[in-house]
């Protein structure tokens, strides 16, 4: 595992930007696993910038997400969907029928989460994945306790996970305690992971990732046994390592 300690956010986005680059100039056709959150939103700014700026093409590209709330549809404004959409999707030159995120809506769950293992695999495989990282140390709803050989399933989310995102809810809005998430096995799987965290609030967590033992208590830790996997943090996040 490598890890890279930047200054600021704007250096670790530009860092992550840089691998995404690389991975398109090596394959145009690549397959991104992709991940929401307030912490790849600068990271998004930069690559839609890079596309408009002609340094890159998302054209030939395929991009799944980590996961999606159960219960809301796409056009949910606190979807998944809906924040990939506004946030990347409709500025980039991806091809809608390219950009998958499990679904929220669908009426038998455990088949979609079948049938999204299979569409990664009929795909290729993920060739970058990129992850954002939750206190608890959570990669897309795999909280802690969560089977490294766990594959895209149903995972309820931890009590302290439905409060650190509520803030993203109006009272009369109801959170979903449920998700559909890729599993650890199915991010391991990816060719190369990208984490990136940013700010002191996640500085325990990226500790637990980088030094601690590898254990399901902490479900990023599992990225130390990942042949291409590289923690990108900036000075805040790196804290307490
Ligand atoms: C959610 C997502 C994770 C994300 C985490 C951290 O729970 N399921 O994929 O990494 O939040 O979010 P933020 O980047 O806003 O701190």
Redesign the pocket.
């Known amino acids: 595992m490598k890890v890279v300690i930047l200054d600021t956010p704007t250096q670790v986005a530009d860092y992550a930007a840089e691998l995404f680059q690389q991975q398109l100039q090596h394959k145009p056709a690549s397959v991104f696993g992709l991940?929401?959150?307030?912490?790849p939103l600068k990271l998004y700014r930069e690559l839609i910038k890079r596309q408009h700026g002609g340094l890159i093409s998302f054209n030939q590209a395929q991009s799944f997400n980590?996961?999606e709330y159960l219960g809301l549809a796409a056009t949910h404004p606190h979807s998944y969907s809906y924040f990939m959409q506004q946030e990347l999707f409709d500025h980039i030159d991806i091809q809608a029928s390219n950009t998958h995120v499990p679904p929220g809506d669908a009426p038998d769950p455990e088949a979609a989460c079948a049938q999204y293992e299979r569409a990664i695999e009929a795909a290729g495989g993920i060739d970058l994945q990129l992850?954002?990282?939750?206190r608890n140390g959570?990669i897309?709803?795999n909280e802690p306790g969560s089977a490294f050989s766990s594959r895209t399933r149903v995972a309820k989310l931890s009590p302290e996970?439905m409060r650190d995102?509520a803030r993203f809810f109006s009272q009369d809005q109801r959170q979903p305690e449920l998700s559909i998430t890729m599993g650890i096995a199915t991010i391991m799987a990816a060719r190369q992971v990208i984490l990136l965290a940013t700010g002191d609030n996640k500085a325990e967590a990226v500790q637990a990732t980088v030094d601690g033992p590898m254990s399901v208590d902490c479900p990023a830790s599992v990225l130390q046994s990942h042949p291409a996997a590289t923690v990108i943090v900036d000075q805040a996040a790196a804290l307490l390592n």
């Open positions: 991940a929401t959150g307030s912490t980590l996961d992850l954002g990282i939750g959570h897309g709803f996970t995102n």
